[in-house]
């Protein structure tokens, strides 16, 4: 109906003049003092060939109309699939079609010759700093003063930072080395203490590792990025304070007993940026810590959700099962 209702709108005028061109007719004839029964015969078998030719027209319209409906959302795909023309309106329209794709797919192009020079660059940059990075931690070994070890657990920050843009990068690179296998989970979860030890140390915070005895479907790599992810924000915003790792069911659960997170804030803290009230007070937060820890966890087919009350801790849940993962 909808169809039918858009050809008369298209067709209106014409079939207005139509109308009126069969009025006349029958009015000319009536000039003549003809019978009237011939006027009205005659605009009779005007009608029906009038509507014997609207018929067939809109049968015809109404087949280009789907033509085009059936290719719409594909356009850039499909675009030599587009019905040929049959006037010069519509070869001309054509053409103004062709040449916006052709422009549209001269743009893309460059994009991605720009996206990935930009790529190159910043993962060489990444690769080439861990050296003196490197260098700098073999030089702080046999500083042990607390100078030393202040400058070690910034160091260990920058390499975090640097890890981070990496992983950044990979993902939005739309990389794949995802190797799906059964993964230990108290081993990840022991891996990522050893590695932030020094600042559970330096922020005078106390860890409770619960032994889990997890093994699930995952990557362990990216597992562990996650899992480090939420140990750091924890050591953060939970100075002097107390962190706990346990699990229920296929449930990763990390609880810190910190300065918790805003009401306002909580359903944001996942968005890519968003540093929301604890972010200004700590002015090197990057927002994308998070960020890139939900979007693994999609990849992975994981969830990951927080709870939190201002003032009394956040609890953060790694939802791990996943069933239609398949093992390696």
């Known amino acids: 109906m909808r169809i039918f209702w858009g050809y008369i709108k298209d067709w209106c005028w014409t079939l207005a003049l139509l109308g009126v061109c069969v009025g006349l007719f029958a009015w000319v004839l009536t000039l003549y003092e003809l019978p009237a029964e011939a006027a009205g015969y005659g605009g009779l078998l005007c009608l029906i060939l009038l509507l014997i030719c609207g018929v067939v027209d809109f049968l015809r319209w109404r087949r280009r109309v789907l033509e085009l409906k059936s290719i719409q959302g594909q356009a850039a795909l499909l675009l030599s699939l587009l019905p040929e023309a049959r006037n010069l309106e519509e070869a001309a329209w054509r053409e103004i079609i062709m040449e916006l794709d052709g422009d549209r797919r001269a743009a893309v192009s460059a994009l991605d010759a720009r996206t990935r020079e930009t790529m190159d660059y910043y993962t060489m940059w990444v690769h080439q700093i861990k050296t003196p990075i490197a260098a700098m931690r073999l030089i702080l070994q046999s500083d042990d003063t607390e100078q030393g070890r202040a400058l070690g657990a910034e160091l260990f920050r920058v390499e975090r930072y640097v890890e981070l843009a990496l992983s950044y990068l990979r993902l939005g690179g739309g990389a794949s080395d995802y190797v799906i296998r059964q993964v230990d989970v108290d081993g990840v979860l022991r891996q990522a203490a050893r590695k932030y030890a020094p600042l559970f140390i330096r922020g005078k915070v106390s860890l409770e590792l619960r032994e889990t005895g997890l093994k699930v479907l995952s990557d362990e790599k990216w597992l562990q990025l996650v899992v480090e992810q939420v140990l750091s924000n924890a ?42 009230c604890n972010g200004r007070l700590d002015k090197r937060a990057t927002g994308i810590g998070l960020y890139l820890s939900r979007e693994i966890c999609k990849k992975l087919g994981h969830t990951i959700q927080a709870a939190s009350e201002l003032g009394k801790g956040t609890i953060v849940t790694i939802g791990l099962a996943r069933p239609y993962l398949e093992v390696e």
């Open 235 to 276: 050591v953060k915003y939970a100075p002097g304070g107390h962190v706990t790792v346990w699990s229920e069911g296929e449930r990763l659960m990390i609880q810190d007993d910190g300065v918790g997170i805003a009401a306002e804030d909580l359903p944001r803290i996942f968005e890519r940026g968003f540093t929301g």
